[in-house]
Structure formats: C-alpha cells, structure tokens
T-cell receptor, first 119, second 115 residues
C-alpha cells in the first residue's frame, strides 16, 4: 500500500482567496491524481499529475482555477483559486503504484482528504 | 465513456446479518473493479478488488462477484459489525487497449449496521 498525507486536513476560507493543498507520499509514484468530493457525493477526477509534465485536466476543470504542481515523484500540490462557496468540498490526493514506464495502471490509493469550506 | 450505477444508495442491516451492494457498468472494456470504504472524515480505503479474469474473490468476511456478461459486480459483507458502517464506493476501470485507465466511481452506498 501507499502512505499518503495531505495538508491542511481542513480549512475555512473567505470567498475570493486561494488555498494550496499539499500531498506527500511515502515512496516514489508515477501517477498522482486529484479528486473532488462534494458533500454527500461521489468522487470526481479533477486532473492527473505526472512528474515532469503538465497536468491533464478533466472536462469542467481548468488550470487557471486548479493549478497543479508535481515537482518530484513523492509530492504534489493543488491550488483552489479565487474560491467561491461552490468550491466547498473534500479534495483528495490519490496515487497509482504502477512501475515506471508502465502504461497499465496499478492499485490506486487515496489520501485522507482536505475538507474545504468557503464562506 | 464509462458509467457506473450503484444500488442501493442507503442500506441498514442488523448486526450479524449480511449486506449486498450491487453495481453495473456500461463499458465492456472495463476489466478492473475495486471497492472502497470511506468512513466519516477519512479518505476512501481500498477493501477488495477483482479483475475480469476472475468471477469471485474473498477476503475474510468480504467477497466480490463479477458477471462480465451482465456487466455487473457485487460486494458481499457477511456477519456485519458496527465498524462496517461507512459509505462504500464501487468503481470500474479499463486497464488495456484503448481504455482510459481512469477509475469511474459509483455514487456510493451508505451502510448502517444496527447493533
């Protein structure tokens, strides 16, 4: 398995501000993902973050709103920019333990999540 | 793209009884089916998964069955305990060919085990 930590675990923010969420993994991983889980809902993929390349965003999510960094194989950040109350959600970091150079995905693990409330 | 339907949305069982959660998927290319358990205030935790070359898999009180022809898979929890109370998510992924290699999740089932 993978040990994934996220910071902060929760935050309350004002409308119009930005929050950067950090994700740290205990070992090197090729694929990292960022998900959003709105209250009482399922998980929605925001983007896939590969080290050394631009993040790939899913339909409905744009880089200006959710910039992502992936400086190395154990760390990533997601920024929620210019927040509004509609951004209130749990943001989850996830990793795939596939080997380097392999296309086929492996087991996917999730971090504990960051609970964001925007006032 | 893939679409995963999950039923029921809520399920209450008496402690010691069995619980069954069912999911259907639409993409015949999907060949990997994990189940996640999410407790309140925590991230989803993988509890069991199955690949399409297997029809059933068991891990102690938890089992998953897969019917590729009908495109449905189910989670079975026997001898339920209060600590089984959580939200359970099924997911599907196509791990080969032109698959998206991304998990598509069901909407979740809130399981309550009544002591």
């Amino acid at each position: 398995s993978a040990v994934i930590s996220q910071k902060p675990s929760r935050d309350i923010c004002q409308r119009g501000t930005s929050l950067t969420i950090q994700c740290q993994v205990d070992s090197q991983v090729t694929m990292m993902f960022w998900y959003r889980q709105q209250p009482g809902q399922s998980l929605t993929l925001i983007a896939t973050a590969n080290q050394g390349s631009e993040a790939t965003y899913e339909s409905g999510f744009v880089i200006d709103k959710f910039p992502i960094s992936r400086p190395n194989l154990t760390f990533s950040t997601l920024t929620v920019s210019n927040m509004s109350p509609e951004d209130s959600s749990i943001y989850l970091c996830s990793v795939d333990r596939r080997g380097r150079g392999k296309v086929a995905p492996d087991t996917q693990y999730f971090g504990p999540g960051t609970r964001l409330t925007v006032l | 793209g893939e679409n995963v339907e999950q039923h029921p949305s809520t399920l209450s069982v008496q402690e010691g009884d069995s619980a069954v959660i069912k999911c259907t998927y639409s993409d015949s290319a999907s060949n990997y089916f994990p189940w996640y358990k999410q407790e309140l205030g925590k991230g989803p935790q993988l509890i069991i998964d199955i690949r399409s070359n297997v029809g059933e898999k068991k891990d102690q009180r938890i089992a998953v069955t897969l019917n590729k022809t009908a495109k449905h898979f189910s989670l079975h929890i026997t001898e339920t305990q209060p600590e089984d109370s959580a939200v359970y998510f099924c997911a599907a992924r196509a791990d080969s060919g032109a698959g998206s290699y991304q998990l598509t999740f069901g909407k979740g089932t809130k399981l309550s085990v009544i002591p």
